[in-house]
Nanobody, 125 residues
Framework: QVQLEESGGGSVQTGESLRLSCVFSEIPYATYCLGWFRQAPGKKREGLATIDRPGNTGYADSVKGRFTISKDSAKNTLYLQMNSLELEDAGMYYC???????????????????WGKGTLVNISS
């Protein structure tokens, strides 16, 4: 069982930056993926970015060039640096983990087995 807990959400204005963090428990698998997802009110949950154990990354087109996913394996912490935030970026942000996974061709990996409870990002103009 992998546990994850997000933090760093808050209220910002358009154009500003925010960094989300996600502390995760030990992942006892040789390969795995960690990802960030967003769910806006009334919308389906959307995969934003994925990183695998070696550090390969994949991004959704909606955030490519603005968001950066990274991890500090020594601290068991996943990050999402969000720059140039737009009104459409508001929502609940979740981190997730999937064992036996790797990022291919810069794509976001969607199906995840383990989820955090989320952190809320509000954006105003």
């Amino acid at each position: 069982q992998v546990q994850l807990e997000e933090s760093g959400g808050g209220s910002v204005q358009t154009g500003e930056s925010l960094r989300l963090s996600c502390v995760f428990s030990e992942i006892p698998y040789a390969t795995y993926c960690l990802g960030w997802f967003r769910q806006a009110p009334g919308k389906k949950r959307e995969g934003l970015a994925t990183i695998d154990r070696p550090g390969n990354t994949g991004y959704a087109d909606s955030v490519k060039g603005r968001f950066t996913i990274s991890k500090d394996s020594a601290k068991n912490t996943l990050y999402l640096q969000m720059n140039s935030l737009e009104l459409e970026d508001a929502g609940m942000y979740y981190c997730a983990a999937e064992p036996w996974c790797q990022v291919l061709r810069g794509l976001v990996y969607e199906p995840m087995d383990y989820w955090g409870k989320g952190t809320l990002v509000n954006i105003s103009s």
